[in-house]
Each structure stands twice: as C-alpha cells, then as structure tokens.
C-alpha cells in the first residue's frame, strides 16, 4: 500500500515552481535539495515558511518589471552593492556539499526576510 502511494507521488506534475528554477538553470537533480532546503536549514517556522514562499509564490522585481508593475528590475533595499553570491543562490539556497551550507542557507534567509519586513513597513 505505501508503495502504491509512493508510486501515485512519483506521477503528480511537477510543482509550478519547477519552470521558475529551471529558468535560473538550475539542475533537474538539485530541486528536492531547494525543495526541503527551508526546513533543514532552520528550525524557525516562519523563516521556513518565508523561504518556501520565495520558492513557490513570490516574484522577484525582475520578474515584475517585465510584467510593468514596478520601475526598474533592482532591489529597491540594495544599493551599489556587489554580491558575490550568484541570484539563484540568493533567491533558492545553496545547495553545494560545502561545509558551512545550512549556515549560509541560514543567514541567507534571515537577510531576505528582513529586507521583506522593511519593504512591508515601507523601511529602506
């Protein structure tokens, strides 16, 4: 019986999120690693939670300057600032083997979530 339900799992369509991280070129192989990276990198729900929803809900300001909702394709929060990470590691994790990953993965999220508290409070 559980394998018949894991069998029915294994024929779902892939989650919509899938276009949106293949789009950054993101390998099929390294999606479950972004899927579950929320919840082995913190243990704080609403950081996991903010992080599943950049995965699956959020547009970033690119994606909405296309669609002409907003003036330019930047951050509004992040000015003349060089980042060495790449806009997929930012925005989806980082999911490399390296030794520090889930504290990276850590910090990452809890940047993003504060810039999207400041944005909510009009804060700059």
Do not use: D, W
């Not at 559980?2 to 070129?25: D, F, G, Q, V």
């Amino acid at each position: 019986m559980l394998y018949n339900r894991l069998l029915a799992l294994e024929n779902l369509p892939p989650p919509t999120s899938e276009k949106k991280l293949l789009s950054y070129c993101i390998a099929k192989e390294n999606l479950n690693k972004i899927y579950l990276l929320p919840f082995t990198a913190t243990k704080e729900v609403k950081l996991a939670m903010f992080q599943y929803k950049i995965t699956h809900i959020f547009a970033t300001n690119s994606i909405l300057y296309k669609m002409k909702k907003v003036a330019s394709p930047s951050c509004p929060s992040v000015c003349n600032a060089s980042l060495i990470l790449s806009e997929p590691e930012i925005l989806f994790g980082i999911t490399c083997s390296c030794t520090h990953r889930l504290t990276l993965n850590h910090l990452i999220m809890l940047g993003k979530y504060s810039l999207y508290i400041n944005a909510l409070n009009n804060n700059i």
